[in-house]
């Protein structure tokens, strides 16, 4: 070493979850976390008393044996005990593992068995669910049951684990854990893939990817979480820790609202207007049926002072119904299960006025690429392509809270030299605000160019008598693929082809408008509420789909 | 290690002064840096050129012979080039040395000797400052002299270091200079205590320290930048990296306002004024000054959505002053060398209503503890004392942020287990705000309590005929110490020393009230605008002030 080189001064302060924990604690130990119960009071618990109980629920795992690096499985709602395991579980070395509960059954067996979950956390109502995969699942030592609902079905399990209540464990351990110090590089979470394109994959959070991310979820530039703020929890804490909130809200001091299983639109609505909720955050879909819900109840949606959506596109319309009937702002945020999730959001830049088209144009943007996190898109050879809002590539990112790899999978055509493949098609411009055109997956390739089946998609379903649209490609021997539109009409709205057709003619190149056309009753979902077009291209393959041709 | 131990599949991405830089630069290429000139037009660069700039810079530094890990000193005001300076030199690896103009000059002459400074970039304004210790800096093998004044005094360094022109150097380089990738641990910049006791010591950044307080400085529950703020940066960049708003403002976006040397009072609001800042932040000593300006000149500050105060306690009455005259918020933070510097910021707690005296109660906090960041007070025997508001003790703090030594220097005795012994006494209340009530060395101890020498001071400050007051310890037979307080009155005004003692009377303890007292034409300060209490003290010892005594 150069004898006068400089180095740090600084302290070797790890970033991890613990220290998250004692600053929600301490700083904003009178900050809430209030689960909502569908009737009556919601139950209510301060931060402080969330970390006294994530003391001693770690206690309690520690007595069942889970050691440092082990996973720790919740199969849960959003509610206070599913947030006390958020803590518990990384703080003391071990690795919270939120399992998906809208999997089947053999997907959620696969993983348990490839995560080796060894205890898992489940909610009462949910045993049923669980109990599918019950003699499947040789791993888990433990059940711990959250509620007094019945758990006897966990009880058939052929290893004998015990069948504990979450109850009866935390009564039994004193609060004053001695978290462990880890290193920030160690595992704190995992979260599988929903598995729409092959097996599902696990990918595990650090320490320090969980810190940062926590740290992003405050910038002012961002969402801004504060202790001002009461924020609505709808997006499920068993997908990619709940966007960061609940990490967020103990940097920040904001209350967290719950909803638990009430996931509707008539509870989450009662909820906002009866907790006064400033932020929710929830997937299109959510979003979408809380307006349907709305178009007959009037709502109080006055507390809000803003929404995110994210998980898919939302419909440009979406964002435009929320402003004008409830002057409700909802941003849209880009990420994946890779991207802990928050990879870009779309804001406006400054001077635009909210409101106007010019506003909802931005707002209808994919996102803006996030402090953190760096982007790029690349050309079908790898090349990088320019930020002109033009050229159209996959996207990749890297950055402290980007994964580099798999639980157990390398999966070495996912990763180009550092960056994440996120397997999104989309185009960059010159101030870094991205937008998504399509899955790789999804993209229609016609006659040499491509055609953007969630463009026509949000076309469609800006039309007033369509409730939900899927477009995919089908084969075509002179064009090689084109777009098949499969079209959800709105109860009692009616629509033909040929109208809808010429509806999108006026919106797109002539050339990209679908001449072949599909109705059915609802679009397939998948495990997390997205559009699912595998069901639809095995329908269409084995002909079991009613196709209309309009000429082109 | 345990086979069933999960790892994290997180990308290993260094957190570091390139990655802001890339972020700025590509992000917000468009944002500005906007150097104030004095009159006429003020200097613009778009981000995009300033980083274009840091890399014809670095290019230029290399070629000079640095070469990581070295240390290259700045001498200069905040303005573009120093900006550059604060991206050329951390992104290629090299150390940037910020050094205090105000220093004396056998100080100056001590920190670039023991730093060991290789090259210094000195604004041409400020050359003669730097001449004074021109014989006696043998290691520096370079100036490079910003602006085309007059530098001959350099000349005369007796090693024969060239002194060069920054323009030149940088117009004989391409931009593209390839930044190396270095470990986020690395040294990145450095700064010295101002030394009011003792040697000045070095505070080493690393990158990583950097990457974190820039985030810091976006989050919505501190000063929270984005796009939309224009920061005018009145706290010096050769203190303390400017409390971190050149680095924030790369990776939120913010434009950047730099007055140059054009301090005054009538340059900075017309600064304002013309540029419409959203923002400024500045010591105690200047938000005075500007309010004396004030009251001769009609002001234009309503662009300001805030502003930031630190270095020192803001008194009550500035608060008030400011918020009655201008409806403008000042925020007061806490920090120092040490911590990079952000430590708490003393926004009130959510529902206070802001105007209101409660609101100034909250606001004359020393601050909030910021997340990041873990606070502690201890008593004598360094046992942890409780957040209660009451118990006062010693303030120590740790996180990733705060420095853990002193370049070249341990300094065991500034440091207690991991945390930095801050030397200021304070309180910490349930909720994270602490009350700083004096340094360590200027508690006066009387009868075995503490009498605090600040709350003397802001409530004297308070006093219509008071401009400025400073309070010392002085020795007591009977009480060992007892406060002697001194007193600058406003040009024209009038007040006994009985008639202060009468009004302190009604706001602390009897005992508490001053009987000594000494009135002055000026405070002395330190180098970075604090009152400077040793010659207070020298003066005493000497017999050098003229003392009145005041019944008790």
Chains 1, 2 share one sequence.
């Not at 798999?406 to 101030?431: M, Q, S």
Request: charged share 20%; with cysteine; proline share 7%.
């Amino acid at each position: 070493m150069n004898p006068s080189m400089i180095t740090s001064t600084m302290q070797d302060f790890p970033l991890t979850v613990a220290a998250i924990l004692r600053h929600g604690a301490r700083v904003f130990g009178g900050s809430e976390c209030v689960t909502w119960t569908g009737g009556g009071t919601p139950r209510r618990a301060t931060f402080a008393e969330v970390a006294a109980n994530a003391e001693r629920l770690a206690a309690a795992l520690a007595r069942l044996g889970v050691r440092e690096g082990e996973p720790v499985a919740t199969f849960a709602w959003n509610n206070q005990e599913h947030l006390e395991a958020y803590f518990a579980v990384p703080c003391m070395g071990a690795v919270l593992h939120t399992l998906n509960i809208r999997l089947f059954p053999e997907q959620l067996a696969h993983i348990i068995n490839h995560a080796g979950d060894k205890v898992v956390i489940v909610d009462d109502t949910l045993v049923p669910l669980l109990a599918r995969v019950i003699g499947e699942i040789p791993t888990v030592e433990a059940f711990i049951v959250v509620g007094d609902g019945d758990a006897s079905a966990l009880e058939a399990n052929p290893t004998g684990a015990p069948v504990l209540r979450y109850r009866d464990l935390l009564a039994a351990e004193e609060p004053g854990y001695a978290w462990p110090e880890v290193d920030e590089r160690s595992a704190a979470s995992m979260c599988y893939t929903s598995g729409t394109t092959g097996d599902p994959k696990g990918v595990v959070y650090s320490h320090r990817s969980t810190f940062l991310h926590a740290m992003a979820v405050m910038s002012a530039s961002l969402v801004g979480i504060t202790e001002a703020d009461r924020v609505l929890a709808i997006v499920p804490m068993f997908h990619v820790n709940a966007w960061g909130l609940p990490y967020g809200a103990f940097l920040s001091g904001a209350t967290l609202h719950m909803p638990g299983p009430f996931m509707q639109p008539e509870h989450l609505t009662r909820f906002v207007a009866a907790e006064r909720s400033t932020l929710a955050s929830a997937v299109p879909t959510i979003w979408n049926a809380i307006l349907g819900y709305g178009e007959d109840h009037e709502l109080d949606l006055s507390s809000l002072r803003a929404g995110t959506s994210g998980g898919a596109a939302a419909p440009r319309v979406l964002l435009e119904r929320f402003e004008e009937r409830y002057g409700l702002r909802i941003i849209q945020g880009w990420g994946m299960t890779e991207t802990s999730p928050l990879g870009g959001m779309a804001f406006p830049p400054p001077g635009v006025e909210p409101g106007t088209a010019e506003d909802l144009d931005w707002r209808t943007k994919s996102g803006r690429v996030t402090a953190g996190v760096e982007m790029r898109i690349v050309d079908a050879s790898g090349a990088e392509l320019p930020w002109d809002g033009e050229a159209v590539g996959e996207i990749e990112v890297r950055g402290p809270w980007i994964t580099g790899s798999y639980h157990r999978d390398p999966a070495p055509d996912k990763f180009d030299g550092g960056w994440l493949r996120t397997g999104d098609i989309g185009t960059i411009d010159g101030r870094g605000y991205f937008q998504i055109t399509d899955r790789a997956k999804d993209v229609i390739k016609s006659g040499g160019e491509w055609i953007s089946s969630v463009e026509l998609e949000n076309h469609l379903m800006a039309h007033p008598a369509v409730a939900e649209a899927a477009v995919i490609g089908i084969p075509d021997p002179r064009w090689d693929e084109r777009p098949l539109a499969c079209v959800v009409l709105r109860p009692g709205a009616a629509a033909t082809a040929a109208e809808l057709a010429g509806f999108l003619a006026g919106k797109v190149a002539r050339w990209q408008v679908p001449e072949y056309w599909t109705f059915m009753d609802e679009i397939p979902k998948t495990t997390v509420g997205k559009f699912d077009k595998k069901p639809l291209r095995t329908g269409h393959r084995n002909a079991e789909l009613k196709i209309e041709h309009v000429d082109r």
